[in-house]
């Protein structure tokens, strides 16, 4: 089943860059990645979600590499409020989907 | 306005004692999970409905059911609830065809 690695932590100042890595290496062809985060214990809340070619809203930008193994996602600028655990998500067989354990995003002032 | 509501949203109860945490949506949505969540383990998957009748096991299953009897419901079943069912728990939905799930405001459970 496809599923997912992230790192447990990292830190960012604010107003950078934020890139948070994600590994799915067991990813199938068709399947999404997804990314959500969730601040404090609230619901996790969407972000943005990719197929092959990067993507971009007003939240954030997703970049996923050719193999489709690993993606990022990038706060362009990142602020206080934007501290959370950010999850990677892809889907498996049966439509479940993995969370997984996230990373846990700190931007300092 | 897209809402889904689980109640109770805090609740504690001793071991054995039945009890459902129910999960309502205003979205016409086809599918719905339930997720829960511990310290160092994330989110899993416990249960989820592709639509009305249809019900599958996620990655933790034990020790819960579900029901969908109607497309707005999904309701989580504890029949004998256990200490290590502490925990909180997420209900989500999510379109047919979308890429987006909504969460619930979460419920969380103590079993003493």
């Known amino acids: 089943d496809a599923k997912t690695t992230q790192p447990p932590s990292m830190d960012c100042a604010e107003g950078r860059a934020a890139n948070l890595p994600c590994n799915h290496s067991?990813?199938?062809?068709?399947?999404?990645v997804y990314w959500y985060r969730q601040i404090h214990s609230q619901g996790p809340q969407y972000i943005i979600h990719g197929l092959k070619n990067n993507e971009t809203n007003e939240m954030a930008s997703l970049i996923i590499t050719e193999d489709r193994k690993s993606s990022t996602l990038i706060l362009p600028h990142a602020t206080l409020r934007d501290t959370a655990v950010y999850y990677c998500?892809?889907?498996?067989?049966?439509?479940?989907?993995?969370f997984g354990t996230g990373t846990s995003l700190t931007v300092i002032p | 306005e897209a809402q889904v509501t689980q109640n109770p949203r805090y609740l504690i109860t001793v071991t054995g004692k039945k009890l459902t945490v129910t999960c309502s949506q205003n979205m016409n949505h086809e599918y719905m999970s339930w997720y829960r969540q511990d310290p160092g383990l994330g989110l899993r998957q416990i249960y989820y409905s592709m639509n009305v009748e249809v019900t599958d096991k996620g990655d933790v299953p034990e020790g819960y059911k579900v029901s969908r009897k109607e497309k707005r419901n999904f309701p989580l079943i504890l029949e004998s609830p256990s200490p290590n069912q502490t925990s909180l728990y997420f209900c989500a939905t999510q379109g047919s065809g979308k890429n987006i799930q909504y969460f619930g405001a979460g419920t969380r459970l103590s079993v003493l």
């Open positions: 998500i892809v889907r498996g067989t049966g439509n479940q989907f993995y």
């Open positions: 067991t990813i199938s062809g068709n399947e999404y």
